[in-house]
């Protein structure tokens, strides 16, 4: 094990980082800092919140002097992170008082242009208000020896590449080169190649991608009832902040507006949002005024919040790179974290492709049931209930539909009434899955018509691959299967024929369009033989 002693850097430093509460290095500095000690252009990649501020921060501080001009340059895609950046550089060099500062869009130029001219050793910006200096002259980067493109896989992804190759070249050739990323898509290669100067890779090994103190999981859920997993799942964890992904601003929109009604602090972030609009809602965040943010993964950029306990994956992300962005939002500073991804049958091939990129398989778990939740929550039902008696400073005003209710009702049936409407949960015990009624299956199963058969060459083997892997069960269970020339019919477990009905409703079988329905009840006389 290494420590920050070990490093050839200045005092000062070493003092700020102590102060800090920085123990040990994580891996990524402990490979990196060497490195970039050394001079010459360093690619490093590590997940989210595993210290890459700090891996480029130190040794690019330890090089910063005294010399009144901008030495270094630091991009980063958002404002946030700008902010960010700068924050945690400012604490590294606290005793070496060097002047940091954040220029983003957004913040009135006339300020940033007024603050550059006082004297900044480091400046950290956004692609395109760090040009918008350049081409007023206001920023001037002659004297820069070192630059470092943070988490550039994501300033690709916003579609900066013009804008800092504008900036690169406006920088001395004889300058070191850090790039930094959570992610190695082909495009940043491709700006290393032209852009660096045979740059070092540094990786925390492929293997495990993901950050080890991060618990990940799926869950099988129906499409019909995803909200109502998603409840039963955020009631049984002990959550203090979670952040739950959508797909699109307008499920973002409406999940927000559900989980509210529903009671629970939960805010959306998306990119609709005036900036007023974000920074108030992210101060809610992390003032734990919200239990929940609701976030699109482009609003969710440049979010760093630390204590961040869970990851929801409402909707299964797009891309494993996305995967790995979204799950790093906790487990930060060596915190556990959990995450956790909603699966529908007709995402379980991209759950599988987007295991096999991570190269890990995740453990399923199961939805919790009713059960489970009422005896997650009595504890702190009962509290709330107790505190309020034993206050016993409780308004008057009730006094006499109280009574009334006694003197008709057992007190139990009142108590229970009252306690689902105070936690607003309609806990119809009845399952609002489908009832596909009957389809003339056999005792215990359903069956299924599907709209095509020989005629396509249909066969049981391509049927049964099929509903096992998207369904995950076993072959064995699965039923009687009748293929005719334009049509076939199957039979599967009741339990398992609403993760059948969602995953062949509408989809391809063989590469075919297929359609899937419950079967009619065969005619009386069929039932004779
Ligand atoms: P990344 O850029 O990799 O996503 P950050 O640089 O934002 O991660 O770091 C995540 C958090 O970890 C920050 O709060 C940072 O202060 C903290 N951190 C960084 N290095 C260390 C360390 N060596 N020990 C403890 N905490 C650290
Ligand atoms: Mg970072």
Known sequence: MMYFDDFQISGDIKKAIKEMGFEAPSPIQEKVIPVILEGGDVIGQAQTGTGKTAAFGI???NKVTSAPYVQAIILTPTRELAIQVAGELQKLSKFKRTRTLPIYGGQSIGHQIRALKQGVHVVIGTPGRVLDHLRRKTLKLERVHTVVLDEADEMLDMGFVEDIESILKEVNHERQTLLFSATMPNEIM????????QPKVVSISKGDVTAPSINQ????VLEKNKLESLCRIID???IDLGIIFCRTKKGVAELAEALQARGYMADGLHGDLTQM???SVMKKFRDSTIEFLIATDVAARGIDVDNVTHVINYDIPQDPESYVHRIGRTGRAGRKGLALTLVTPREMKHLRSIEME???TLPSQEIP???DVVEKQQESWKQQVVKIIETNDQPTFFDSIVKDMLSEYPPEKVVNALMNIAFHREFNVEDDSYNFGDTGAAKGMVRFFINVGRNVQLTPKIIVDEIAELVGI???????????????FVEVPEDSAPFVYEALRYSRLNGIRVNLEPAKPRPKREKKF
């Open 369 to 371: 049931t009713i059960e």
């Open 190 to 197: 491709k700006l290393s190649r032209k852009y660096m100067n």
């Open 277 to 279: 609009q974000r920074d």
């Open 217 to 220: 999981v799926y869950f099988k």
């Open 236 to 238: 049984s964890e002990e």
């Open 358 to 360: 991570i190269k890990m």
């Open 474 to 488: 076993l072959p064995k269970s699965i039923g009687r299967i009748d293929i005719f020339e334009n049509f076939t």
């Open 59 to 61: 040794p690019l501080l």
